[in-house]
């Protein structure tokens, strides 16, 4: 039986899932990659498929933009799916002049002023830590397939155009590197719940130099993230 946004079954996602804010690059992972992808949600456009990887069971489904939509998602596969682990593969906006356009980046820690940890269970931090197994899974995975990957904080954050420079400057004291919308929340719901999460990105602009990507390179040119987080699952 599914639930209010997801119309799978208990079963047909597998224990780690690969999860991409866009639907669409979803689908590219899935059919890209996955041996025999079988598509287990389309409610509301939000794809998600189970098929395997070298052998190995894996699902990858979309999350959404930001917070409330990665916390529904994320809370309703690892609260009613019994999923395991999630690696977020997403894009992010560089802070600072070393990382650049197509760089990736894992995250050490999430910063964030929202409030999402507070509302969903009275949590104040306003910082939220991956899985440090998972993590280190991903830099295994990563130095195997020859790649570099910047393992650094992360901002973020609950608005894409931001007018205050309170976050940039609180997110700068912290070290993170770079912004994103997502795993905030993502790593909330892991460590409430007990499971593991982790968040591996590719720079898709830079707020310093404001070069950026095409949306279309966005789905279906960040290949080298994908391959690290396949080669990941593979682990779980």
């Known amino acids: ?46 794809l998600g498929y189970t098929g395997t990887y070298k052998g190995h069971r894996v699902s990858v489904m979309g999350s959404g ?8 998602y994320s809370y309703e596969l690892f609260n009613f799916y019994d999923v395991d682990a999630i690696i977020r593969i997403g894009s992010t906006g560089s802070m600072v002049p070393e990382v650049k356009i197509y760089d990736l980046v894992l995250a050490k820690f999430a910063y964030s002023s929202s409030s999402y940890g507070k509302t969903q ?14 993590n280190e899974h991903i830099l295994e995975a990563a130095k195997k397939l020859g790649y570099d990957v910047v393992y650094a904080p992360i901002n973020s954050s ?16 912290y070290g993170c590197v770079c912004a994103e919308m997502e795993s905030f929340a993502l790593f909330h719901n892991a460590k409430h719940l007990g499971k593991k999460a982790a968040c591996l990105l590719t720079v898709s602009d830079s707020m310093v130099t404001h070069e950026a990507t095409t949306p279309e390179e966005r789905q279906l040119s960040f290949t ?13």
Request: glycine letters at 8%.
């Open 121 to 134: 269970n009275g949590d104040p931090s306003d910082v939220k830590y991956p899985s440090e197994e998972l």
């Open 224 to 236: 080298k993230m994908m391959e690290i987080a396949l080669e990941t699952a593979l682990n779980y």
């Open 1 to 46: 039986m599914g639930t209010p946004h997801n119309s799978a079954n208990k079963g047909d996602i597998a224990k780690i899932v690969l999860m991409p804010g866009d639907p669409l690059r979803a689908k590219f992972v899935a059919e890209t990659y996955l041996e025999n992808p079988v598509e287990f949600n389309h409610v509301r456009g939000m």
């Open 158 to 173: 609950d608005v894409f155009y931001g007018d205050d420079p309170t976050e940039k400057e609180k997110a700068a004291e």
């Open 65 to 72: 933009m930001g917070m409330p939509s990665i916390g529904i």
